[in-house]
């Protein structure tokens, strides 16, 4: 990229006053801009892409035209030809001077012009960074270039300037590491990001760390892993953000936003919540959203007891999606492709239901409502809320979902729970009743595929804003096969699979939803544009 400096180093046409005007000044005096409000902030010449152009700064766009020389009869006009090019500077993520250095140089060199790093939309969702080429040999012509791009790109908001990275060694084909250090690091650094990175080293360092570690020191916390750290790190920075707040941590009724956002760099299994909030699992894209700045308001749950809170979640499964997590855990030893194959199978082969009792709070407000029309309406239904505005029912369930993001995973491309969105205010409870291993299996065909997973007559979905449910111990059952069939640890308690984390609990555990707790770097994948774009990157 550094090494070559075009015709530049070939001998050069003389140019005329008004050219060698252009190059060393801002525009004073120019045509007015294709747009208004989109003032120049200067114009000058450069070469890119091997032909001379006429380069146009503002603050939204870098805009670009090839030019023909003077006429051999002295003429100093330059002929504007071919079509203008286009630059949005809300794509751009960094700016730097280019040189040419000999082996072992490590500063100065030779100045061969400006290098502009783009982010570009490509097809599937997926983003890539992409490099244009300003050359001219002028020290003046480009300080002055590069100051102007560095003052528009420092003025963006949200874009992060230290990052607080965690990174999990552990995580599915033990790949994090490596994902972090060669696709994610290059770009932080290009980016002029400054990191603190952490590895690791067993579960729940990372929340030991965001307990003691003073976030006002970052603009945003990164982690680098799969569904299960994802959470823990999520989980840490809520709590946080309560002890900060002076808030107890035994029971949060009403928690406060986390202070900082959090990117999530998939290097898992199924990585949900980087499925749902970049619509596809790749480490650059996740790391462009961060390094742009896309910020997505997003739901969260706590699960509590009557008596504690037990953690903050997205999502949750109880029954099945339970207890293969429960099984797959015990068999850490496998692989972990083979181990959750193991899991899921055995656990089909076995399938058995829970006994539960499921109380929950429909949500009131019409979904159609403006996201400030239904937190205000939210408040008054909240005010004047019954105990008859609970809907209980009791029974054998094979699964219990309850989930406050669609969770999009490339084995449900539509989402596990595709009604629900990132920052509704609601929860999706899909309960699946006792049926056949046969019928079952036909509803988990269903999330694969377009047809609707939830159109069986043992399927039941409600969107609420909470909800309580209460185990029931399966009687006649001696102690041994009570234990496997309602996959209970010797304490009693049942798995819970929360975001990929599992967690046990015997007494009732209360769910409920809180709207935009967290910011998360991403966007909303209802507005991510599937077209593929174009670019003249050089």
């Given at each position: 990229?550094?090494?070559?400096?075009?015709?530049?180093l070939?001998?050069?046409?003389?140019?005329?006053?008004?050219?060698?005007?252009?190059?060393?000044?801002?525009l004073?005096?120019?045509?007015?801009?294709?747009?208004?409000?989109?003032?120049?902030l200067?114009?000058?010449?450069?070469?890119?892409?091997?032909?001379?152009?006429?380069?146009?700064?503002?603050?939204?766009?870098?805009?670009?035209?090839?030019?023909?020389p003077?006429?051999?009869?002295?003429?100093?006009?330059?002929v504007?030809?071919?079509?203008?090019?286009?630059?949005?500077?809300?794509?751009v993520?960094?700016?730097?001077?280019?040189?040419?250095?000999?082996v072992?140089?490590?500063?100065?060199?030779?100045?061969?012009?400006i290098?502009?790093?783009?982010?570009?939309?490509?097809?599937?969702?997926?983003?890539?960074?992409?490099?244009v080429?300003?050359n001219?040999?002028?020290?003046?012509?480009?300080?002055?270039?590069?100051?102007?791009?560095?003052?528009?790109?420092?003025?963006?908001?949200?874009?992060?300037?230290?990052?607080?990275?965690?990174?999990?060694?552990?995580?599915?084909?033990?790949e994090?590491?490596?994902?972090?250090?060669?696709?994610?690091?290059?770009?932080?650094?290009?980016?002029?990001?400054?990191?603190?990175?952490?590895?690791?080293?067993?579960?729940?360092h990372?929340?030991?760390?965001?307990?003691?570690?003073?976030?006002?020191?970052?603009?945003?916390?990164?982690?680098?892993?799969?569904?299960?750290?994802?959470?823990?790190?999520?989980?840490?920075?809520?709590?946080?953000?309560?002890?900060?707040?002076?808030?107890?941590?035994?029971?949060?009724?009403?928690p406060v936003?986390?202070?900082?956002?959090?990117?999530?760099i998939?290097?898992?299994?199924?990585?949900?919540?980087?499925?749902?909030?970049?619509?596809?699992?790749?480490?650059?894209?996740?790391?462009?959203?961060?390094?742009?700045?896309?910020?997505?308001?997003?739901?969260?749950?706590?699960?509590?007891?009557?008596?504690?809170?037990?953690?903050?979640?997205?999502?949750a499964?109880?029954?099945?999606?339970?207890r293969?997590?429960?099984?797959?855990?015990?068999?850490?030893?496998?692989?972990?492709?083979?181990?959750?194959?193991?899991?899921?199978?055995?656990?089909?082969?076995?399938?058995?239901?829970?006994?539960?009792?499921?109380s929950?709070?429909?949500?009131?407000?019409?979904?159609?409502?403006?996201?400030?029309?239904?937190?205000?309406?939210?408040?008054?239904?909240?005010?004047?809320?019954?105990?008859?505005?609970?809907?209980?029912?009791?029974?054998?369930?094979?699964?219990?979902?309850?989930?406050?993001?669609?969770?999009?995973?490339?084995?449900?491309?539509?989402?596990?729970?595709?009604?629900?969105?990132l920052?509704?205010?609601?929860?999706?409870?899909?309960?699946v009743?006792?049926?056949?291993?046969?019928?079952?299996?036909?509803h988990?065909?269903?999330?694969?595929?377009?047809?609707?997973?939830?159109?069986?007559?043992?399927?039941?979905?409600?969107?609420?804003?909470?909800?309580?449910?209460?185990?029931?111990?399966?009687?006649?059952?001696?102690?041994?096969?009570?234990?496997y069939?309602?996959?209970?640890?010797?304490?009693?308690?049942?798995?819970?699979?929360?975001?990929?984390?599992?967690?046990?609990?015997a007494?009732?555990?209360?769910?409920?939803?809180?709207?935009?707790?967290?910011?998360?770097?991403?966007?909303?994948?209802?507005?991510?544009?599937?077209?593929?774009?174009?670019?003249?990157?050089?």
């Amino acid at each position: 990229m550094l090494g070559a400096a075009g015709p530049f180093l070939r001998p050069q046409r003389r140019a005329g006053p008004e050219e060698r005007r252009r190059r060393v000044a801002p525009l004073a005096a120019s045509p007015p801009p294709a747009e208004r409000g989109e003032e120049p902030l200067l114009r000058g010449i450069f070469e890119i892409g091997k032909r001379s152009c006429d380069v146009v700064l503002s603050a939204r766009r870098l805009r670009w035209s090839p030019i023909v020389p003077e006429s051999p009869a002295g003429d100093s006009s330059t002929v504007l030809q071919g079509e203008e090019e286009i630059i949005e500077m809300k794509d751009v993520f960094s700016v730097k001077l280019k040189r040419r250095r000999f082996v072992g140089q490590k500063r100065g060199g030779t100045l061969l012009g400006i290098t502009i790093f783009k982010c570009l939309h490509k097809e599937e969702n997926k983003l890539t960074d992409c490099a244009v080429h300003l050359n001219n040999l002028s020290e003046d012509h480009c300080n002055s270039w590069f100051r102007h791009l560095k003052e528009i790109l420092n003025g963006f908001q949200n874009r992060p300037k230290s990052l607080k990275v965690f990174v999990n060694p552990s995580s599915h084909k033990r790949e994090a590491t490596h994902v972090y250090y060669e696709k994610v690091a290059p770009l932080f650094k290009l980016a002029d990001i400054k990191t603190d990175v952490t590895v690791t080293e067993y579960e729940g360092h990372a929340l030991s760390v965001l307990k003691e570690c003073e976030l006002q020191a970052f603009d945003g916390v990164v982690c680098v892993g799969g569904d299960g750290s994802v959470s823990e790190v999520a989980h840490g920075l809520l709590l946080k953000a309560q002890i900060d707040a002076g808030k107890g941590t035994d029971y949060i009724p009403a928690p406060v936003r986390a202070s900082v956002p959090l990117g999530v760099i998939p290097a898992g299994t199924t990585n949900i919540l980087a499925h749902t909030l970049y619509g596809i699992k790749h480490a650059v894209t996740a790391t462009l959203h961060i390094v742009m700045g896309h910020i997505q308001p997003v739901d969260v749950c706590t699960f509590s007891t009557p008596s504690k809170l037990l953690r903050f979640g997205f999502s949750a499964m109880f029954g099945f999606g339970a207890r293969t997590l429960a099984l797959a855990e015990k068999h850490r030893w496998m692989p972990s492709n083979q181990r959750k194959d193991f899991a899921f199978i055995k656990t089909l082969a076995d399938l058995k239901p829970e006994e539960c009792e499921l109380s929950f709070l429909p949500l009131q407000i019409p979904q159609e409502d403006s996201h400030e029309n239904d937190r205000k309406k939210k408040g008054k239904n909240k005010k004047k809320g019954s105990k008859d505005q609970w809907h209980k029912i009791q029974g054998h369930f094979l699964n219990v979902s309850i989930m406050a993001i669609p969770c999009l995973c490339s084995m449900a491309p539509r989402g596990l729970a595709p009604n629900t969105r990132l920052n509704n205010g609601s929860m999706a409870l899909i309960v699946v009743q006792n049926t056949s291993r046969t019928e079952f299996i036909k509803h988990l065909k269903r999330y694969a595929s377009v047809k609707n997973q939830f159109n069986f007559p043992f399927v039941e979905t409600y969107t609420v804003q909470e909800v309580k449910l209460q185990p029931r111990c399966i009687s006649g059952l001696d102690a041994k096969e009570n234990t496997y069939l309602n996959a209970t640890s010797a304490e009693g308690n049942y798995p819970w699979n929360i975001d990929g984390d599992l967690m046990e609990e015997a007494s009732e555990v209360h769910v409920r939803v809180h709207p935009q707790l967290i910011n998360l770097y991403g966007v909303n994948t209802d507005d991510l544009e599937s077209s593929k774009a174009t670019c003249s990157c050089i």
